[in-house]
């Protein structure tokens, strides 16, 4: 086949939404063509940038670049839609215009689908790159079992980064794409994992595939947003087939998360949620951790500073002996 019908039936659609990006989308673009595995088309869906961004797409010349403007009205996952029902490969892969892949990426994810042919989605690890705060962090942290793939593993903690999903394109399309509702921002994707674990079976790759780069344009300055996984949690809640134990282990598991997240910023409403768990919690482990971190919160803030950057420097050491880190 040459590369005038690879370009017409490309076997994997690469959705990249983008907007005012123009700095970063040249270093993504470039991680999908240094790919080993060529027989792809990229799909960039624009929400009307006022930067430079259409310069640096257009300069490539790509017949494997298709751009689409389109007004998402600040929900991202309606323009991953939109990318998703103008695809036309077997199956779909995500990577924001700000992230980067490492070029085994998408030849380690065919191989591997094409091995086990009872999979739907597979993915893999991603770590932090462009704030010393997380750098050389894992985005999340699977803990390497089946379980984790599961509907129950993943209603008790999303261990999937969306930026290293690969899917088949038929899977995605019966489940319904992405949630556009504005109270799933932030959380949409979690919410597409749960319906394809309920139906489908997910697998796991634990390498390494890409990195999420964090850097102003891209932390929310929404403290709710923390909290929104409730949102999720409350869609579940009262459908038969998930138990109360089930949920209240999710919801507690959320808490936690949250307080962590305003730990690494040093902020005092970690305290109340940390609280939240000790008391409510009926995992022992997860009240001893919450116990620990209502502990850290009462401390002089130079301390819990000091703290912080040993805790992070022993997570990126934990990590890189854990993972297979290229």
């Given at each position: 086949?040459?590369?005038?019908?690879?370009?017409?039936?490309?076997?994997?659609?690469?959705?990249?939404?983008?907007?005012?990006?123009?700095?970063?989308?040249?270093?993504?673009?470039?991680?999908?063509?240094?790919?080993?595995?060529?027989?792809?088309?990229?799909?960039?869906?624009?929400?009307?940038?006022?930067?430079?961004?259409?310069?640096?797409?257009?300069?490539?010349?790509?017949?494997?670049?298709?751009?689409?403007?389109?007004?998402?009205?600040?929900?991202?996952?309606?323009?991953?839609?939109?990318?998703?029902?103008?695809?036309?490969?077997?199956?779909?892969?995500?990577?924001?215009?700000?992230?980067?892949?490492?070029?085994?990426?998408?030849?380690?994810?065919?191989?591997?689908?094409?091995?086990?042919?009872?999979?739907?989605?597979?993915?893999?690890?991603?770590?932090?790159?462009?704030?010393?705060?997380?750098?050389?962090?894992?985005?999340?942290?699977?803990?390497?079992?089946?379980?984790?793939?599961?509907?129950?593993?993943?209603?008790?903690?999303?261990?999937?980064?969306?930026?290293?999903?690969?899917?088949?394109?038929?899977?995605?399309?019966?489940?319904?794409?992405?949630?556009?509702?504005?109270?799933?921002?932030?959380?949409?994707?979690?919410?597409?994992?749960?319906?394809?674990?309920?139906?489908?079976?997910?697998?796991?790759?634990?390498?390494?595939?890409?990195?999420?780069?964090?850097?102003?344009?891209?932390?929310?300055?929404?403290?709710?947003?923390?909290?929104?996984?409730?949102?999720?949690?409350?869609?579940?809640?009262?459908?038969?087939?998930?138990?109360?134990?089930?949920?209240?282990?999710?919801?507690?598991?959320?808490?936690?998360?949250?307080?962590?997240?305003?730990?690494y910023l040093l902020n005092r409403e970690?305290?109340?949620?940390?609280?939240?768990?000790?008391?409510?919690?009926?995992?022992?482990?997860?009240?001893?951790?919450?116990?620990?971190g209502l502990y850290f919160s009462y401390?002089?803030?130079?301390?819990?500073?000091?703290?912080?950057?040993?805790?992070?420097?022993?997570?990126?050491?934990?990590?890189?002996?854990?993972?297979?880190?290229?």
């Amino acid at each position: 086949m040459d590369s005038q019908q690879l370009d017409q039936f490309p076997e994997i659609s690469i959705i990249m939404p983008t907007y005012n990006n123009a700095r970063y989308i040249g270093e993504a673009i470039d991680s999908v063509f240094s790919q080993t595995y060529d027989n792809y088309e990229l799909i960039i869906i624009d929400n009307y940038s006022i930067d430079e961004m259409v310069e640096v797409v257009t300069s490539y010349q790509s017949s494997k670049i298709k751009l689409i403007r389109f007004s998402n009205n600040g929900i991202i996952d309606a323009s991953r839609n939109v990318g998703i029902r103008a695809s036309k490969g077997k199956y779909i892969a995500f990577l924001d215009s700000d992230d980067l892949w490492l070029p085994e990426k998408l030849t380690r994810q065919v191989v591997y689908m094409e091995r086990h042919l009872d999979l739907d989605l597979v993915y893999g690890l991603a770590k932090s790159i462009g704030n010393p705060l997380f750098e050389g962090r894992l985005v999340a942290q699977p803990k390497g079992s089946a379980f984790c793939s599961t509907f129950e593993g993943l209603f008790i903690s999303n261990s999937i980064v969306c930026m290293t999903v690969m899917a088949r394109a038929s899977s995605l399309k019966r489940v319904g794409l992405f949630n556009e509702d504005p109270n799933f921002v932030r959380v949409e994707d979690w919410d597409l994992w749960l319906r394809i674990a309920h139906d489908y079976k997910i697998g796991f790759i634990p390498e390494v595939l890409g990195f999420h780069r964090v850097h102003a344009q891209n932390v929310s300055k929404d403290e709710t947003s923390y909290l929104k996984p409730l949102n999720v949690i409350k869609k579940y809640e009262n459908m038969s087939w998930v138990s109360q134990e089930l949920v209240e282990r999710s919801r507690y598991s959320f808490y936690f998360a949250a307080a962590m997240s305003y730990l690494y910023l040093l902020n005092r409403e970690m305290r109340s949620h940390f609280l939240k768990v000790f008391i409510g919690s009926s995992s022992y482990f997860l009240r001893l951790k919450a116990f620990c971190g209502l502990y850290f919160s009462y401390l002089p803030k130079i301390i819990q500073r000091n703290l912080l950057k040993l805790f992070c420097s022993y997570r990126k050491s934990e990590m890189n002996d854990r993972c297979n880190f290229r």
